[in-house]
C-alpha cells in the first residue's frame, strides 16, 4: 500500500492527493494510542498525501485532536468531517456549532460527510447557509453519495447556501452508491454563478478513459449498486452495510427475517445513542441488530457491542438509556463506563511491534512497523511473501461464468466470495 501511494504521487507530483482518516481508528475498525497515529499520518504525508480527511464515527471531536494537531505540524491540510445522520440529537444546531469547533481546532477546511446519501436539498441549504452567517471562513465541503437520488439537487441548494466545494466522480464510476458524474454537474453550473469553469473536452477525455477502466474491472460490478434506493431515506442503511446484513442473515438461513432487521437496525440506532452508521459503527449496530432479531434483544452481545456502550469508541451523539446499559454491561454498568478520550488508556505500541517484526527474523521499514500495527496478521505474511493478488492488471478484464447465489464467507482470516449454483443432473448430462 505504501509503494502504491508513491508511485500514485509521482505519476502525479501536481495533484493533491487526499485520504479518509478515521480519527484515532487511522484506517482499521478500532481505536490506535497516539504513537501510531501520529507515525501514520507523518509516514501517508511523506509518501505522497497531502490532504487528510479527519472524521469520527461519533463525531466525538476528543477522538480528532491528534489526528489534526498532527496533520497542521506537518504542513499538510485537515480537513475535519462530521458524519451526517438524521436523528432528534443531529440538529442544524449540532453540525454549526460543531463545526465552529472544528475550525477553532486549526482544520484548513470542513466537509459534511453524508456516507448514506441521505442529506435533503432543505437540509444541506440550511447547515451551510447557517455556517456562512455564523462567521465560519475557512471553505466548507459537501461530500454525498447518489443512493437516495436526490443528491444533484442537494447540491444545487447547497451552492445557493455558499458551499465551496462539492464532491463528484467521473461519469463512468458514478451514480449509485458512488457520486454525482462531474460532467453532468459541471454541465448544469455553466452560466451560473457557481460555474467551476472545467474544460468540458477534457472532461470528456477523461470520461472515456476511466470507461475503459470500468470495462477492464467488470467481474467486480454489481449491477444493484448503481440503482438508486430511496428507501435509504427512511432506514439510514449504507450500501456496504445492508450487504453485510444480508450476507450475515444468508449465513444463518434467515434472509426472510431482513425486514425485521431493517426495523431493529432502527432501535439499535436509537438504543445506542443516535450514532451516525458509517464504519465501523455501521458494524457494530448492524449486527447487533441481526443477533437481536435471531436470539431477542440484548440476549447476546458482541464484544464491539460491549466496547461502544463502555465509550469506548468516543461519547455517543445522545443519551443511552439506563436499561441498554444494564443489558449489555450488567446491573454494575456505572462501574464499566468511561468519560475520557478512549485512547488515553491505550499503551503505545511503535516500539513493542518495532520489536516483535525484529523478534521474528524481519529488519521493517517504519511504513512496515506502522502496517504491522494496524494489520498484525496480513503484513506478516506480506513480508513473508506469502500474500498472492487476487488478480493483477495484465490478467483484466477477468471471464467469468460464475452465477448464481452469492456469498461472503471467510476463512482462515481472509474474506472470499462464492457463488453457488445448480449443476445440471447426471441424466441431464
Given at each position: 500500500?505504501?509503494e502504491?501511494?508513491?508511485?500514485?504521487?509521482?505519476?502525479?507530483?501536481?495533484?493533491?492527493?487526499?485520504?479518509?482518516?478515521?480519527?484515532?481508528?487511522?484506517?482499521?475498525?478500532?481505536?490506535?494510542?497516539?504513537?501510531i497515529?501520529?507515525?501514520?499520518?507523518e509516514?501517508?504525508?511523506?509518501?505522497?498525501?497531502?490532504?487528510?480527511r479527519?472524521?469520527?464515527?461519533?463525531?466525538?471531536?476528543?477522538?480528532?485532536?491528534?489526528?489534526?494537531?498532527?496533520v497542521?505540524?506537518?504542513?499538510?491540510?485537515?480537513?475535519?468531517?462530521?458524519?451526517?445522520?438524521?436523528?432528534?440529537?443531529?440538529?442544524?444546531?449540532?453540525?454549526?456549532?460543531n463545526f465552529?469547533k472544528?475550525?477553532?481546532?486549526?482544520?484548513?477546511?470542513?466537509?459534511?460527510?453524508?456516507?448514506?446519501?441521505i442529506?435533503s436539498?432543505?437540509?444541506?441549504?440550511?447547515?451551510?447557509?447557517?455556517?456562512?452567517?455564523?462567521?465560519?471562513?475557512?471553505?466548507?465541503?459537501l461530500?454525498?453519495?447518489?443512493?437516495?437520488?436526490?443528491?444533484?439537487?442537494?447540491?444545487?441548494?447547497?451552492?445557493?447556501?455558499?458551499?465551496d466545494?462539492?464532491?463528484?466522480?467521473?461519469?463512468?464510476?458514478?451514480?449509485?452508491?458512488?457520486?454525482p458524474?462531474?460532467?453532468?454537474?459541471?454541465a448544469?453550473?455553466?452560466?451560473?454563478?457557481y460555474?467551476?469553469?472545467?474544460?468540458?473536452?477534457?472532461?470528456?477525455?477523461?470520461?472515456?478513459?476511466?470507461?475503459?477502466?470500468?470495462?477492464?474491472?467488470?467481474?467486480?460490478?454489481?449491477?444493484e449498486?448503481?440503482?438508486?434506493?430511496?428507501?435509504?431515506?427512511?432506514?439510514?442503511?449504507?450500501?456496504?452495510?445492508?450487504?453485510?446484513?444480508?450476507?450475515?442473515l444468508?449465513?444463518?438461513?434467515?434472509?426472510?427475517?431482513?425486514?425485521?432487521?431493517?426495523?431493529?437496525?432502527?432501535?439499535v440506532q436509537?438504543?445506542?445513542?443516535w450514532?451516525?452508521?458509517?464504519?465501523?459503527?455501521?458494524?457494530?449496530?448492524?449486527?447487533?441488530?441481526?443477533?437481536?432479531?435471531?436470539?431477542?434483544?440484548?440476549?447476546?452481545?458482541?464484544?464491539?457491542?460491549?466496547?461502544?456502550?463502555?465509550?469506548?469508541?468516543?461519547k455517543?451523539?445522545?443519551?443511552?438509556?439506563?436499561?441498554v446499559?444494564e443489558?449489555?454491561?450488567?446491573?454494575?454498568?456505572?462501574?464499566?463506563?468511561?468519560?475520557?478520550?478512549?485512547?488515553?488508556?491505550?499503551?503505545?505500541?511503535?516500539?513493542?511491534?518495532?520489536?516483535?517484526?525484529?523478534?521474528?527474523?524481519?529488519?521493517?521499514r517504519?511504513?512496515?512497523?506502522?502496517?504491522?500495527a494496524?494489520?498484525?496478521?496480513?503484513?506478516?505474511?506480506?513480508?513473508?511473501?506469502?500474500?498472492?493478488?487476487e488478480?493483477?492488471s495484465?490478467?483484466?478484464?477477468?471471464?467469468?461464468?460464475?452465477?448464481?447465489?452469492?456469498?461472503?464467507?471467510?476463512?482462515?482470516?481472509?474474506?472470499?466470495?462464492?457463488?453457488?449454483?445448480?449443476?445440471?443432473?447426471q441424466?441431464?448430462?
Amino acid at each position: 500500500p505504501w509503494e502504491r501511494l508513491k508511485r500514485l504521487k509521482e505519476a502525479m507530483p501536481n495533484t493533491p492527493m487526499q485520504m479518509l482518516e478515521r480519527a484515532m481508528n487511522i484506517v482499521a475498525y478500532r481505536n490506535f494510542p497516539d504513537d501510531i497515529v501520529i507515525k501514520f499520518i507523518e509516514l501517508a504525508h511523506k509518501n505522497g498525501c497531502d490532504y487528510f480527511r479527519i472524521f469520527d464515527a461519533v463525531n466525538d471531536l476528543r477522538n480528532m485532536e491528534v489526528p489534526i494537531k498532527t496533520v497542521k505540524r506537518i504542513g499538510a491540510h485537515a480537513q475535519g468531517c462530521l458524519c451526517y445522520t438524521i436523528s432528534p440529537v443531529h440538529t442544524v444546531d449540532y453540525y454549526v456549532e460543531n463545526f465552529k469547533k472544528l475550525e477553532q481546532m486549526g482544520c484548513d477546511s470542513l466537509c459534511i460527510k453524508d456516507m448514506a446519501g441521505i442529506i435533503s436539498p432543505k437540509r444541506a441549504y440550511e447547515i451551510i447557509y447557517r455556517c456562512k452567517e455564523e462567521g465560519i471562513k475557512v471553505p466548507i465541503d459537501l461530500h454525498s453519495h447518489t443512493t437516495s437520488g436526490m443528491t444533484m439537487m442537494s447540491y444545487m441548494k447547497a451552492c445557493e447556501a455558499g458551499v465551496d466545494i462539492i464532491d463528484c466522480a467521473i461519469s463512468a464510476i458514478s451514480w449509485g452508491t458512488g457520486h454525482p458524474p462531474t460532467e453532468s454537474v459541471v454541465a448544469a453550473l455553466q452560466g451560473t454563478p457557481y460555474d467551476p469553469g472545467y474544460d468540458m473536452e477534457l472532461l470528456m477525455e477523461c470520461r472515456k478513459y476511466f470507461l475503459q477502466v470500468w470495462k477492464k474491472y467488470a467481474h467486480l460490478h454489481r449491477d444493484e449498486a448503481r440503482i438508486a434506493d430511496p428507501s435509504v431515506t427512511m432506514h439510514q442503511i449504507p450500501g456496504g452495510m445492508m450487504s453485510n446484513l444480508i450476507v450475515q442473515l444468508e449465513q444463518q438461513g434467515a434472509i426472510d427475517r431482513l425486514p425485521e432487521v431493517l426495523v431493529e437496525t432502527a432501535r439499535v440506532q436509537r438504543d445506542f445513542g443516535w450514532p451516525p452508521l458509517v464504519t465501523p459503527t455501521s458494524q457494530i449496530v448492524g449486527t447487533q441488530a441481526v443477533l437481536n432479531v435471531l436470539f431477542g434483544r440484548y440476549k447476546r452481545v458482541t464484544k464491539e457491542t460491549v466496547d461502544y456502550i463502555r465509550g469506548m469508541y468516543g461519547k455517543p451523539p445522545g443519551k443511552i438509556p439506563k436499561e441498554v446499559y444494564e443489558a449489555v454491561l450488567g446491573k454494575d454498568w456505572e462501574d464499566k463506563v468511561i468519560t475520557c478520550r478512549p485512547a488515553d488508556l491505550l499503551e503505545p505500541m511503535y516500539k513493542k511491534c518495532k520489536e516483535e517484526l525484529e523478534s521474528k527474523g524481519f529488519s521493517p521499514r517504519e511504513e512496515d512497523i506502522i502496517s504491522y500495527a494496524i494489520y498484525p496478521l496480513q503484513t506478516e505474511k506480506l513480508l513473508r511473501g506469502e500474500v498472492k493478488p487476487e488478480f493483477t492488471s495484465d490478467e483484466l478484464p477477468l471471464i467469468t461464468d460464475l452465477k448464481g447465489r452469492r456469498y461472503l464467507i471467510r476463512y482462515a482470516g481472509e474474506q472470499y466470495e462464492v457463488a453457488i449454483r445448480k449443476l445440471m443432473s447426471q441424466e441431464k448430462k
